[in-house]
């Protein structure tokens, strides 16, 4: 069945690059997101990448995919403490409903 | 920016009690969609909803659960009797194409005790 799966947690210093890895099985899969959760906030998008598409810019992220591999990554650069989040990959699933599959959130912690 | 607003913000209930949790959607959005979250799972899907109708849910979305767009505004999720186990985060979404290509916008979400 569908699936996404990610590590649980990074740690890195103010200034850093911060690596985000997510791992999908849904091959059909047209979308791949990055969502961002704040404590005590909802959901907010961050990004998404088509899944014909390899790379993604938008400002400090940088979304990589690679379809071959079902590997979805998302970089920030110049890390700040206000990115400090649990951060989702999700997959739109194939069902085309509008159904998300997310992973179980990294948890990014960044140190001053 | 336009929100999606959730109501209330945390719920207390005991088992077998029914809750509604309610949702007010941007209003120029037409897909409607449920998600939960058990502390420290996944964010899951439960069900969406368009043109007055479920498209799609999922194995969790059962007979105790319901939803219903009573106005042009809000969109509730019932839980008939609630169980133990349906303590979680829900998070309602709404979003103006599927599949969400734009991506979701999504509430801050009820987070509902059953005790």
């Known amino acids: 069945g569908e699936d996404v799966e990610q590590s649980l947690f990074l740690s890195v210093r103010e200034g850093d690059s911060s690596v985000i890895n997510c791992t999908y099985t849904d091959s059909s899969s047209t979308y791949l997101y990055w969502y961002k959760q704040e404590p005590g906030a909802g959901l907010q998008l961050l990004t998404y990448?088509?899944?014909?598409?390899d790379m993604k810019q938008d400002q400090r992220l940088t979304v990589l995919l690679n379809k071959k591999d079902k590997h979805l990554s998302l970089r920030i650069a110049d890390t700040q403490t206000g990115d400090s989040a649990i951060y989702f990959c999700a997959e739109s699933s194939s069902s085309n409903t509008g159904k998300l599959i997310f992973g179980q959130g990294t948890t990014l912690q960044v140190k001053p | 920016e336009p929100e999606v607003t959730q109501t209330p913000s945390h719920q207390v209930t005991q088992m077998g009690q029914e809750v509604i949790l309610r949702c007010v959607p941007i209003?120029?959005?037409?897909?409607f969609y449920w998600y939960r979250q058990i502390l420290g799972q996944k964010v899951e899907f439960l069900v969406s909803f368009y043109n007055n109708e479920i498209s799609e849910k999922s194995e969790i979305f059962d007979d105790q659960f319901s939803v219903e767009r009573p106005d042009g505004s809000n969109f509730t999720l019932k839980i008939r009797s609630t169980k133990l186990e349906d303590s979680a985060m829900y998070f309602c979404?709404?979003?103006?194409?599927?599949?969400?290509?734009?991506?979701?916008?999504f509430g801050s979400g009820t987070r509902l005790t059953v005790v």
């Open positions: 979404a709404s979003s103006e194409y599927p599949p969400a290509n734009y991506g979701y916008t």
């Open positions: 209003s120029n959005h037409l897909y």
């Open positions: 990448i088509f899944s014909n598409m």
